[in-house]
């Protein structure tokens, strides 16, 4: 009786043993082996979560900042093969902490001046022009501090300069001016992170730039971010969203859709002057100072029509209801806009 009291004693220490290593890790399975941690992938030593950690820290700490932009719809239609591109929209950001700034976002029409809005801060006062609204011109006092909300003051000037969430429509500005206790856009699911091959971004102007490419995986599709090796700056992103896809082109298959967002002449911690950061007075002198705007008075809409053929309400990113017809699409070299054209004559070539 005894010999039995010690082996069951014995056997109630091997088990206990075994439950203890099992609480280190996942729990003990009978007659599965362990499988060994893999090490996340690394290029240059770097994960993709070290990667992006360096790209957000160049942008929080810039203490100024450069840049030209512009975004479209890359796409192929399944009837033809050919891959053609919407007309971009262009934007830009300048920006000197701590309140001085210039943002701009410009929209080519295919039948008159681009339409946008622009806002300026000298860090004296704030100017700020929304193209459908001339000649209404926005006067108040700079913020102390630029913020995502102290950039756009107005209402109406926040919808029209910013259609849609910032980190969708100014990605480079909601990482520079993100909160420090937030997370910013790229480290919001950090194990959804990938590191895709290198690759060079080829350039018209400049010598085409080695860049660590970081995929966010998500459940409409992938985000890729294309970032510079030696910078750490961003100089692309490709966004394929089937959800806003389908919202915006119901009726219409894709065999590949993509947002594409491309900023040039990228320039962190430059010198700036005053000047680079006020809006171009308007080319007829016509100007209506105003400290808040107005929005034009608009007639009720009539019910539509069952024969009409409208397209569905503008929606931002793609601000197109559908694509233009294959022999209506534009090339690169095409459909381009210089969103600077409407600011300062004084500001330097950067």
């Not at 700020?128 to 109406?156: C, F, G, I, M, S």
């Not at 919808?159 to 001016?177: K, S």
């Not at 680079?276 to 400290?291: K, N, S, T, W, Y």
């Amino acid at each position: 009786m005894r010999k039995l009291g010690t082996l069951l004693a014995c056997s109630c220490l091997v088990l206990l043993a075994v439950l203890c290593i099992g609480c280190e890790g996942e729990p003990a399975q009978p007659g599965k082996k362990a499988e060994p941690t893999s090490e996340p992938e690394r290029q240059d030593g770097m994960t993709a979560v070290e990667i992006m950690q360096k790209m957000v820290a160049v942008y929080r700490e810039a203490d100024s900042y450069l840049d030209n932009a512009e975004y479209a719809e890359h796409f192929i239609l399944p009837e033809d093969g050919v891959k053609r591109q919407t007309p971009p929209t262009t934007f830009a950001v300048r920006l000197q902490r701590p309140n001085r700034f210039l943002i701009t976002r410009l929209r080519t029409m295919m039948d008159g001046p681009p339409q946008g809005a622009l806002v300026g801060s000298d860090g004296t006062t704030l100017e700020a022009v929304v193209t459908q609204l001339e000649p209404q011109r926005l006067r108040v006092d700079a913020p102390e501090v630029a913020t995502l909300k102290t950039v756009a003051p107005d209402p109406v000037l926040r919808e029209a300069l910013f259609p849609g969430p910032i980190p969708d429509v100014f990605p480079q500005l909601a990482l520079l001016l993100s909160e420090e206790e937030q997370a910013p856009w790229p480290l919001e699911a950090p194990r959804a992170l990938v590191l895709l091959p290198p690759k060079k971004l080829d350039s018209s102007s400049k010598e085409a730039a080695e860049c660590y490419r970081v995929q966010l995986r998500t459940d409409q599709g992938p985000q890729v971010c294309w970032i510079h090796k030696e910078t750490f700056v961003l100089l692309r992103i490709e966004i394929a969203n089937k959800k806003m896809q389908k919202h915006l082109y119901p009726n219409q298959e894709f065999t590949e859709f993509t947002w594409q967002f491309n900023f040039y002449d990228v320039a962190i911690d430059v010198e700036t002057t005053k000047e680079m950061f006020r809006l171009a007075p308007a080319e007829d002198g016509q100007e209506e100072i105003v400290e808040a705007f107005r929005e034009p008075e608009t007639q009720p809409e009539s019910p539509p029509e069952e024969s009409s053929a409208d397209p569905q309400e503008e929606t931002e990113p793609s601000e197109q209801a559908e694509p233009p017809a294959a022999d209506e699409q534009p090339t690169g070299e095409e459909s381009t806009a210089d969103s600077t054209d409407q600011v300062s004559d004084a500001e330097a070539d950067q």
